[in-house]
């Protein structure tokens, strides 16, 4: 289990993190998820060691974490951090990188390890290639093979898709958490994409100006969002007064009605999202969203219904 009480943490006078308090079961994958310079990046950099945390405790198990000022080499050997600049190997091939720390004693079980994490991250065909020779995107799937080869406890991810192209990613993202479910490694990732975080978590910790503003599953986080904040994350936001409360709706919970409802509005525009339009509509002076089957014409008047 991984324990973490943060109290505060600041590279000048500023705090970047702030009340930072979470426990994480082993095997678990918990999402981190927030705009850039939220504090992400820093969490985990503060997790495997590269940064000194006076005003806290990290544990994994009953074994205290320290920090730089106690470790010549930063980090543990059971925990393994995939940072976004990769450091690779450029003049080696992408076989040899991910064998790197891996023992050279058992020839034959070393390199099925290397091939079994070739096929994980759907490099197999560059076994050969020097990792200089490749896209942005094969070095992060060279890193990501790399960052699993000794299969740590724990393993800490900075945004590990970011370079990888939309038709490859889903596929990528698939075959990598079903390995981390199966091996039982515990996994914390730091990212802004919400359709990753609501596929692969088992938790979801939103993180705004160094701090978890709601913590909670996939599901209760979509449909219960705390704020405007998490709510954008998920899609456009469309705020409603209604009989004196305000309601904050996604798009997908307010409906076309075929008969007059007292939800009158009138249709902007319509953007073609393949299996459905986006409809922008203008509703008491001020912009709503929701999904239709069909395009819409502007100015076209419209009846809504709530679906929550």
């Known amino acids: 289990m991984l324990r973490v009480n943060i109290h505060s943490f600041a ?3 500023e705090p970047v993190l702030q009340n930072i308090n979470f426990e994480v079961e082993k095997g678990l994958h918990i999402s981190i998820l927030g705009e ?14 590269l940064l000194q945390v006076t005003n806290g405790t990290i544990f994994w198990e009953d074994k205290k974490l320290l920090g730089p000022d106690f470790n ?3 980090g543990e050997p059971f925990i393994k951090y995939l940072a976004q600049d990769f450091d690779l190997m450029p003049f080696i091939s992408v076989a040899e990188n991910i064998g790197k720390h891996l023992s050279r004693r058992f020839i034959q079980q070393r390199q099925e390890r290397i091939d079994e994490l070739l096929e994980v991250v759907d490099m197999t065909d560059f076994a050969d290639t020097h990792v200089k020779l490749l896209s942005g995107g094969q070095k992060q799937r060279v890193a990501l093979a790399r960052a699993i080869a000794k299969e740590p406890e724990l393993l800490l991810l900075d945004e590990p898709f970011s370079h990888i192209d939309n038709f490859r990613r889903n596929a990528l993202r698939r075959n990598l958490y079903a390995y981390l479910k199966k091996e039982d490694i515990t996994c914390i990732t730091a990212t802004h994409d919400s359709e990753e975080a609501l596929s692969f978590s088992d938790e979801i910790k939103m993180m705004r100006n160094g701090t978890f503003i709601q913590s909670t599953s996939p599901e209760d986080l979509y449909t219960n969002p705390k704020n405007n904040y998490v709510a954008s994350f998920f899609g456009d936001i469309s705020r409603l007064t209604i009989a004196g409360k305000e309601a904050m709706l996604m798009p997908h919970q307010l409906e076309l009605s075929e008969t007059k409802t007292p ?6 525009k319509s953007y073609y999202k393949g299996s459905y339009y986006l409809i922008e509509a203008l509703y008491e002076n001020k912009k709503i969203y929701l999904n239709s089957p069909h395009s819409l014409k502007p100015e076209t008047t419209i009846y809504l219904n709530i679906n929550k």
């Open 11 to 13: 590279y000048a006078e």
């Open 36 to 49: 850039s310079g939220c504090g992400k990046s820093t969490l985990l950099k503060a997790i495997y060691g």
């Open 72 to 74: 010549l080499v930063p």
């Open 263 to 268: 939800l009158i509005a009138s249709v902007l």
